[in-house]
């Protein structure tokens, strides 16, 4: 088996990770875990994309220098994805001095090669998209993405030649159909393929911008950026001579979502070409998440914070929810409703609630230890029969991208499962003292339940090893055998210990929450007299140290600001401050301050408050607290 390297885009450093870039990296994430369970050797790289003009914009409006910026904002999404269980293998940054080597390295070689030219060229240039439009390209003279009036430029610049590769990147494309996956995206390709496509421009003068990587051959230059981010799928593997590029370059697969088609199945497959780079095995490509038919956009406002679900609904409801409700090459629509709808029916119901009469009843029955199994019934073997064409199924569909239908396909094992519970009824066997059958149901019912938790793995490591554990089995991936898997059912030790009980996917009752959150405030119990707190009482408050990454002004409401802040925990903290009296929002930017974290969330004039930012105010003045000597985000203060 071919080793297999998994990539995600590398995220823009002018916005915070949301459910979109969570969505990628976390089925980059499931991916290489079904591989690592097949004992195959895989690669997960994910990172940021640091150069070009948004991020100078970006940085200059939160009045910091770039490398203050990309800094701050790289590590926010590199912390983020610990929290959502996704662990990469690299973490790649285009700033990075290997990176900028090995992009220098590429266009010299194209260049020495005759495939880069210097030539004039006049285009609506888009800054939002960073490139430049024909006139043919824009709707209504606007870009047809950020519906804004691209500028007109005249300058001379660098091109690849492209054109000289479209004609075999084609028939690439038609002799490998899995090249471009699903096909939807593939004939989009052809499409574009089909029309007339231009050089690239791939260079940028540095009168106009100098945050970029320097042409190898040109100093008054920089790189355009998409030239420069796409070869982070090389540079992380350290081409040419690097060890991981000759290991995993051959299993290359590369993830994205349908915004960025044309750079991932256009520029980059020819920049291969041109560079003499084998190509990459395939190219899968997603579609939206959507909030109300919208796609989420930071301007929009309807941004979807990873976090904030993870912390009111669990991690592994989120993660199954991401993976089970988008058709992969669909959009999809997200929505906290149809999460806890899955999380209540599929995770709650189904599969926690199977687990937990399992395990109560083996403690009933056997005193909690896992029963010898007999011969197997017809009910058995047909029991059995499905469980392992399930699994199979599963994780060649799981690997093929298709996490939709896998993890329906391992559900119909659980409602099965379900099922046999109810027609072999254990308590009746027991009843009538019927040990031997007894024994065997059981057996058959909890290495059903051990199988599942640990083809659940790739999708919530955290919680299947927990379930694991439950049913007395330590994870070890090394001695994990999937294949073997479908092979038999006796994977599960005799005599094993489990545990009493099981609640790893607790109900949520959503209409009482939004009920709750929609009663007036409880009227405050009466003060006790004496105001001393007891220790215990204030060893409750989390307090630790943060920095505040954006102070923006609250609508209607003159003296807040919503401040976001970093605590160390990667997602940064929303709190909500009467801080606009005494500070304009970019005096606050990078300020250390200390905050009380486990405040509960409050809505001040409509806007979610999750803590508090500690001040002394000396009347007209504000003074905001800090450690001294200044301290690192989320370090507690006692
Ligand atoms: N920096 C480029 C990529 C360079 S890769 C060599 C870029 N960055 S991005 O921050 O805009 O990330 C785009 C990617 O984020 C999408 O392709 C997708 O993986 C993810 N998503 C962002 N918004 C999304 C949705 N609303 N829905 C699904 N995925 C989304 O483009």
Not at 248 to 268: E, Q, R
């Amino acid at each position: 088996m071919d080793p297999f390297f998994i990539s995600t885009p590398i995220y823009y450093v002018n916005a915070r990770p949301h459910l979109g870039h969570a969505y990628t990296t976390i089925v980059a994430d499931s991916i290489s875990r079904i591989h690592k369970l097949q004992n195959h050797q895989t690669f997960f790289l994910t990172g940021t994309d640091e150069h070009g003009d948004k991020i100078v914009e970006a940085a200059a409006s939160n009045n910091q220098t770039p490398e203050e910026y990309v800094d701050s904002i790289s590590s926010l999404f590199r912390n983020t994805w610990p929290w959502l269980e996704a662990t990469p293998d690299k973490f790649i940054r285009t700033t990075y001095p290997e990176h900028k080597k090995c992009v220098q390295e590429v266009l010299q070689k194209v260049y020495d090669k005759g495939d880069i030219y210097f030539g004039e060229y006049g285009g609506h240039y888009c800054l939002g998209c960073e490139r430049f439009y024909t006139e043919k390209e824009l709707v209504d003279g606007l870009c047809p993405d950020h519906l804004k009036k691209p500028k007109f430029l005249q300058e001379k610049n660098y091109f690849f030649r492209m054109t000289k590769y479209l004609e075999p990147l084609r028939e690439h494309i038609l002799n490998n159909p899995d090249f471009i996956k699903p096909e939807r995206y593939r004939n989009e390709v052809l499409g574009m393929l089909g029309e007339e496509l231009t050089d690239l421009c791939i260079s940028r003068p540095k009168s106009r911008l100098t945050w970029g990587i320097e042409l190898p051959f040109d100093q008054q230059y920089v790189t355009y950026v998409w030239f420069d981010a796409l070869i982070n799928y090389i540079s992380a593997l350290s081409w040419p001579e690097g060890g991981d590029f000759k290991k995993y370059w051959s299993g290359a697969h590369h993830l994205v979502a349908k915004d960025i088609l044309k750079p991932h199945a256009v520029f980059w497959p020819t920049m291969l070409m041109a560079a003499d780079i084998p190509l990459f095995q395939s190219l899968r490509v997603h579609g939206y998440w959507t909030v109300s038919e919208t796609k989420m956009s930071k301007s929009l406002g309807n941004v979807v914070e990873p976090m904030s679900m993870v912390d009111k609904y669990g991690l592994p409801s989120f993660r199954y929810f991401l993976l089970r409700e988008m058709q992969f090459g669909l959009d999809a629509s997200f929505s906290e409703e149809a999460l806890v709808g899955r999380l209540n029916a599929d995770l709650a119901n189904d599969l926690g609630n199977l687990t937990n009469r399992v395990l109560s009843m083996t403690h009933k029955y056997f005193n909690g230890e896992v029963p010898v199994p007999s011969e197997f019934s017809e009910m058995d073997k047909e029991t059995i029969e499905l469980g392992q064409e399930s699994l199979k199924d599963y994780v060649k569909l799981f690997e093929n991208f298709d996490f939709a239908k896998a993890l329906a396909r391992l559900w119909v094992l659980v409602s099965h499962l379900n099922k046999y519970v109810d027609q072999s009824a254990p308590w009746v066997l027991y009843k009538e003292k019927n040990t031997v059958r007894l024994q065997t149901v059981m057996y058959v019912l909890l290495e059903g339940i051990r199988k599942i938790a640990l083809h659940l793995w790739p999708v919530m490591p955290g919680a299947s090893e927990k379930m694991l554990e439950q049913l007395g089995v330590e994870f070890d991936l090394n001695s994990v055998d999937l294949t073997g898997e479908c092979a038999q059912w006796k994977g599960l030790p005799s005599g094993t210990m489990v545990a009493k009980s099981s609640n790893l996917f607790p109900r949520v009752d959503l209409s009482t929450e939004k009920k709750d959150k929609a009663q007036k405030p409880q009227k405050t119990k009466k003060e006790p007299k004496e105001n001393l707190v007891q220790f215990e009482d204030f060893q409750k408050m989390k307090l630790v140290t943060g920095r505040i990454i954006e102070a923006q002004p609250v609508e209607d409401a003159d003296k807040l600001y919503k401040l976001s802040v970093d605590i160390g925990k990667g997602e940064p903290r929303q709190v909500v401050a009467g801080l606009a009296e005494f500070f304009k929002p970019q005096d606050l930017t990078g300020r250390d301050v200390v905050v009380l974290a486990n405040l509960a969330p409050r809505k001040i004039r409509g806007v979610m408050s999750h803590g508090m930012v500690l001040a002394v105010r000396q009347g007209k003045k504000m003074s905001l607290l800090k450690a001294d000597p200044q301290s690192d985000p989320g370090k507690k203060v006692s």
